[in-house]
């Protein structure tokens, strides 16, 4: 039907006074996303469509029912109009008035509440909100509303406006049910008159409405909204398929999350982990790749704010009804709703991970592998699913075999009777770790102990701090007390010779001290070593050597850390044959003590000056092979 059908029992009234306010920003200051007129209008005709089919099945008979449910948009490139039909339940005399004429309706008015003065001058803000219908006017200086109603005993009317102070309705016979909108584009906006640009528009705002969009005959949205059917009736094939349309990709995802909740809000989520981690090949920062939706219909691709930055890796949709379509990009990012949602996605999709790892061990492996270094982003930024995050954290301990990896629970689960903390230690390698002095004492005493050989393994057990109420130590902390260690025997009690050895030791590190001065804090005897002549430890809890490290591999705390303890083994060759030395060669058992710390810095990952320790060694060496 064209606009000439119209008959001239035209009446004109005026808008309403918001509706007028409303209609000047859009005309006047709306520039920005000004394509999303179409999704606008587009989900208008998916509503009435949804609204028809409801409808037909309640009552008896509804006019032109043979028609099939669609969209149809037509552009003329020499008039430049752009046609959007619909097969819906249509609008009768009165309803054009009140729905096109009065912000009565749920979308724009939102729109009109959010929008205080400032934000009306700022035309950048505006044009992140939809503004429903009206939406038209960004793109045409004059539209027509052809519609008629669903209802046997109605007639069809058109509306008419240029958007400016009123509008003009009249009769318009013969037209079929639904609604039909040309909307004739302004000078600047000929380029919607072009199938090609309203093809993908189409494509990113509405290739999931439930209806078929045709543009010039052509159906667009052929993908389905995955999301929105039952998880039972979904094949593995059409999972994947929509994960690589969704997520641009051409992998075959590793993970999904497939779930909807209908309390305390409704939600539907569709998400993937894709096969590998991108970030971790080195191609800079990923960027989030879940779209949020209301009622299929596109509010915000690539979300920032649907879900926590450090589960950028995921891709897919997450759809909520509660939210309003209009709602400005802006306005997302301190929603509550937008919020909420956040939290009970996140909680679900760390639920899943952790029944993946029970069920499918392998695959939980090897999502670990590739985003396990998210999960720890996770703990150490965000306090809200701390907890959670930390049951999914994998490490490789004394217990398990190399290559194997344990998560907390399993070490607590071990933990013996006496033992009320989680220890661990950081290296480059198991191997290192092994060969090294720190895991001396737990081997003796047969603990279980963490390796954590990436270096930001410290800094997210710092923020964990505790697992299942207990605490996270590190090896090379200075105050570490093991399961089973002794309280110190009272003087009374210790022999002659224990009194002795104890004075002769206490001598021996006085003077170590004095010859190491300011490079340590204190020299002591230690007792958790067995093999190693000495050990460097930390007498500040969170500053362990690990963290240590990070701080100054990203330039940060200058030179000076907190100083470290040197303990050393009294009992070892190595000590007991340097306590002779100072009596014959003070000046050489000097250089011995600087080698004994570097070596022990060395072992504890830390930098020690190359060029002074390697001209000591060669002189210590010079000595041995002296003949
Ligand atoms: P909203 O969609 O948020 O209600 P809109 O400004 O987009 O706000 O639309 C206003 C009202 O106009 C709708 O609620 C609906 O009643 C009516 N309407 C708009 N487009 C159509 C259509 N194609 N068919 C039937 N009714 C429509
Ligand atoms: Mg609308």
């Not at 069920?359 to 699913?385: C, I, N």
């Not at 629970?409 to 009320?420: C, F, N, P, S, T």
Request: proline share 3%.
């Amino acid at each position: 039907m064209s606009t000439e059908n119209a008959q001239p029992h035209a009446e004109t009234k005026e808008f309403q006074a918001e509706v007028k306010k409303l209609l000047d920003i859009v005309i006047h200051s709306l520039y920005t996303e000004r394509e999303i007129f179409l999704r606008e209008l587009v989900s208008n005709a998916a509503d009435a469509l949804e609204k028809y089919r409801h409808q037909s099945l309640l009552e008896e008979e509804t006019f032109d029912s043979h028609l099939p449910l669609e969209i149809n948009i037509e552009v003329d490139d020499d008039k430049k109009t752009v046609t959007i039909t619909d097969t819906g339940i249509g609008m009768d005399r009165g309803e054009l008035e009140g729905n096109l004429g009065t912000i009565a309706h749920s979308g724009s008015k939102t729109f009109f509440t959010k929008l205080d003065d400032a934000a009306q001058k700022d035309v950048n803000l505006i044009g992140q909100f939809g503004v429903g219908f009206y939406a038209a006017f960004m793109a045409a200086d004059k539209v027509t509303v052809q519609s008629r109603s669903y209802r046997m005993d109605d007639a069809g009317h058109q509306w008419e406006s240029d958007g400016v102070g009123s509008f003009t309705i009249s009769t318009c016979p013969g037209i079929r049910r639904g609604t039909k909108i040309i909307l004739e584009l302004k000078d600047d906006a000929h380029e919607f008159a072009a199938d090609t640009r309203i093809k993908s528009i189409i494509k990113r705002y509405s290739s999931f409405v439930s209806f078929p969009i045709k543009v010039a005959g052509e159906e667009i949205n052929t993908v389905q909204a995955l999301w929105a059917r039952s998880k039972s009736e979904i094949k593995d094939e059409e999972y994947a398929d929509f994960y690589k349309f969704v997520g641009n990709a051409v992998d075959e995802p590793l993970l999904r999350l497939h779930f909807s909740a209908d309390a305390p809000l409704a939600i539907k989520a569709l998400l993937f982990a894709p096969d590998s981690n991108i970030e971790k090949m080195g191609f800079g920062r990923t960027d989030p790749g879940v779209s949020l939706y209301c009622q299929r219909v596109l509010i915000d691709q690539h979300s920032k704010t649907i879900l926590p930055e450090w589960l950028r890796f995921l891709k897919g949709v997450i759809d909520s009804e509660d939210l309003p379509l209009n709602i400005s990009r802006q306005a997302l990012q301190d929603n509550a709703l937008v919020a909420k949602i956040n939290k009970v996605v996140t909680s679900r999709f760390l639920k899943q991970l952790g029944e993946t790892a029970k069920k499918e061990p392998e695959t939980y492996e090897k999502f670990w592998d590739e985003f396990g270094a998210f999960l720890k982003e996770g703990v150490v930024s965000d306090f809200t699913h701390r907890d959670a995050l930390g049951k999914l954290l994998r490490f490789e301990s004394s217990a398990s075999e190399p290559g194997k990896l344990i998560s907390l629970a399993e070490y607590v689960e071990r933990m013996g009777e006496e033992q009320k903390e989680i220890y661990y230690i950081n290296g480059t390698s198991r191997d290192d770790i092994e060969a090294g002095p720190y895991i001396e004492a737990f081997r003796k005493r047969d603990l279980e102990i963490i390796y954590t050989v990436d270096p930001i393994d410290d800094f997210v057990f710092s923020h964990l701090a505790m697992f299942d109420e207990k605490q996270l130590v590190s090896a090379d902390r200075g105050d570490l007390k093991l399961p089973g260690d002794k309280d110190e025997e009272s003087e009374e009690e210790k022999s002659e010779e224990v009194k002795a050895e104890e004075k002769a030791t206490e001598g021996l590190t006085a003077w170590m001290k004095e010859v190491l001065g300011d490079k340590v804090k204190e020299v002591l005897e230690s007792k958790r070593l067995e093999d190693s002549p000495a050990i460097i430890v930390n007498p500040d809890a969170f500053m362990t050597s690990s963290m240590e490290r990070l701080m100054r591999s990203s330039g940060q705390g200058g030179q000076q850390f907190g100083a470290k303890n040197l303990e050393i083994n009294s009992h070892h060759a190595l000590l007991q044959g340097l306590a002779e030395l100072k009596k014959n060669d003070e000046p050489f058992a000097k250089s011995v003590v600087e080698q004994i710390y570097d070596n022990a810095m060395i072992q504890a990952g830390l930098m020690v000056e190359p060029r002074s320790m390697v001209e000591r060694s060669y002189e210590i060496l010079a000595r041995v092979v002296k003949p």
